[in-house]
């Protein structure tokens, strides 16, 4: 089963455009897309919206969380709901529509072509970004290299947030001891599965930011990324077992 796991914190006005596109490429591409929304207590209904669309789709599901804890958390708790469920191929997807669900088979090509985790990147030829003033920019690009550079990986966009992971990853990785959220979060599940010896391949994609509702960027996710890989650099690695 193919399961995305989607988190969401006041995304009220972009959920059911999530959806009606991911089951549009499903349905063109005869693909079956497993869709779990993962809601940390959205003061603007997002969640009881959620339960609503439940009712219109059959292949969505909701996992209420009693509070904001983070993104990081959110997809670990999706990740361990969805695998308990039969998941094989998860996705990380944000739910502002600023990662295009039609990229979806491509994630799926690329796994059925031998790799373990499929980063959407916008830093490798045909990817990109779009409606991002330069300061923006600056921070991703940067903050990209930077992690790049400490951590010695050979991936160019570490901070994305649109991904694909084979079951068998998630299942050897130390999910507990990833407490990182938002940028640190995704360079730190990319960095344990290239140690852990899984194939990495990068596919590109165009970044559209949002259009309706808040960025939920800030500058204390920036700095805890640049303090993470670090932390990172000198840890002990998680070895796949054979």
């Known amino acids: 089963m193919n399961t995305i796991v989607l988190p969401t914190y006041n995304e ?6 999530a959806l009606e596109r991911i ?4 349905d063109g591409n005869g693909i079956v897309l497993h869709t779990l929304i993962v809601d940390d207590d959205s003061p603007d209904g997002t969640g009881e919206l959620a339960d609503r669309l439940t ?24 990740f361990r709901h969805a695998m308990a469920n039969g998941a094989d191929l998860l996705f990380e997807m944000d739910a502002d529509l600023s990662h295009d669900a039609s990229y979806l088979p491509h994630f799926i090509r690329l796994i059925e072509q031998g790799a ?25 690009r940067g903050g990209c290299l930077y992690a790049q550079a400490i951590l010695g990986l050979p991936y160019h966009d570490l901070t994305g947030g ?6 068998t990853v998630l299942e ?17 599940m ?3 599965a290239h140690q852990a010896g899984f194939r990495v391949a990068e596919l590109p994609i165009i970044f559209v930011d949002r259009k309706v509702g808040e960025s939920k960027m800030s500058k204390r996710i920036v700095i805890e990324a640049m303090l993470m890989v670090w932390r990172l650099r000198f840890s002990k690695p998680q070895r796949r077992e054979h």
Do not use: M
């Open 116 to 140: 373990d985790v499929v980063l959407g990147s916008r830093y490798v030829k045909g990817g990109g970004v779009e409606n991002w003033g330069l300061a923006r920019r600056v921070v991703s």
């Open 190 to 192: 990319t960095y344990r």
């Open 12 to 17: 009220h006005e972009n959920l059911r455009h």
């Open 162 to 167: 649109y991904k694909c992971f084979r079951r």
């Open 23 to 26: 089951r549009e490429v499903a």
């Open 172 to 188: 050897t990785l130390d999910l507990e001891a990833i407490g990182a959220s938002g940028y640190g979060f995704q360079i730190e």
């Open 55 to 78: 009712g219109e789709y059959p292949d969505v599901e909701v996992l209420h969380r009693p509070g904001k804890q983070g993104l990081g958390k959110a997809y670990i708790a999706g």
